[in-house]
């Protein structure tokens, strides 16, 4: 069944970096966009980034771009998001998804991981 | 960037009912190269991460059951429930996928009555 699982999360000071990671299994990470969408606690779905299959393409959402930096490798078949210069409003459940390449939905997602950026 | 907007913002329907939720895009969503809609239907329930329930506006993601459907085109698009289950309690959100950024609505939640 394919799998896609983040880690990395936690609590840091405002200011402070954090490297999220996706491990994914059971398909072909290597053929797949990836995405990296962010959920702050009690609001909506917020997409962050995503990168095409060899990772010559990314896109940032505004408010991240210049801090926040996508990446991936296929060997590792994982996907990660270095984040920098961290602010309160970061703190969010952050989902790993895959996109099943027709187009750019998101068909299956982990189950996220929290950062909490506070002092 | 395209604005999602949704109504209603909740929503209580009684079980067996039909649920009607609404999504609304600043602009077009349909991409004439392939006429398709490049709009998505999430479902998320308590805890848990969002699910795809549709795509290409109308599109059932596989092993979604056939109460739910999709409609709309081009700026105006719905998500029907025919007979609402207690499982379906969740929050539902559109999202378009024509441009980047990707962009999604601020969510309905469904509730029963």
């Known amino acids: 069944e394919v799998q896609v699982v983040e880690s990395g999360g936690g609590l840091v000071q405002p200011g402070g970096s954090l490297r999220l990671s996706c491990a994914a299994s059971e398909f072909t990470f290597s053929n797949h966009w990836m995405s990296w969408v962010r959920q702050a606690p009690g609001k909506g779905l917020e997409w962050v980034a995503h990168i095409n299959q060899d990772g010559s393409e990314k896109y940032h959402v505004d408010s991240v771009k210049g801090r926040f930096t996508i990446s991936r490798d296929n060997a590792k078949n994982s996907l990660y998001l270095q984040m920098n210069s961290l602010r309160a409003e970061d703190t969010a459940v952050y989902y790993c998804?895959?996109?099943?390449?027709?187009?750019?939905?998101?068909?299956?997602w982990g189950p996220g991981t929290l950062v909490t950026v506070s002092s | 960037d395209i604005v999602m907007t949704q109504s209603p913002d909740s929503l209580a329907v009684s079980l067996g009912e039909r649920a009607t939720i609404n999504c609304k895009s600043s602009?077009?969503?349909?991409?004439?190269?392939?006429?398709?809609?490049?709009l998505a239907w999430y479902q998320q329930r308590s805890g848990q991460p969002p699910k795809l329930l549709i795509y290409?506006?109308?599109t059932r993601e596989s092993g979604v059951p056939d109460r739910f459907s999709g409609s709309g085109s081009g700026t105006d698009f719905t998500l029907t429930i025919s007979s609402l289950q207690a499982e379906d309690v969740a929050v539902y959100f559109c999202?378009?996928?024509?441009?980047?950024?990707?962009?999604f609505g601020q969510g309905t939640k469904l509730e029963i009555k």
């Open positions: 998804a895959r996109d099943p390449h027709r187009g750019g939905d998101l068909d299956f």
């Open positions: 290409w506006a109308s």
């Open positions: 602009q077009s969503v349909l991409y004439t190269s392939n006429n398709k809609n490049h």
């Open positions: 999202q378009q996928y024509l441009t980047t950024p990707r962009t």
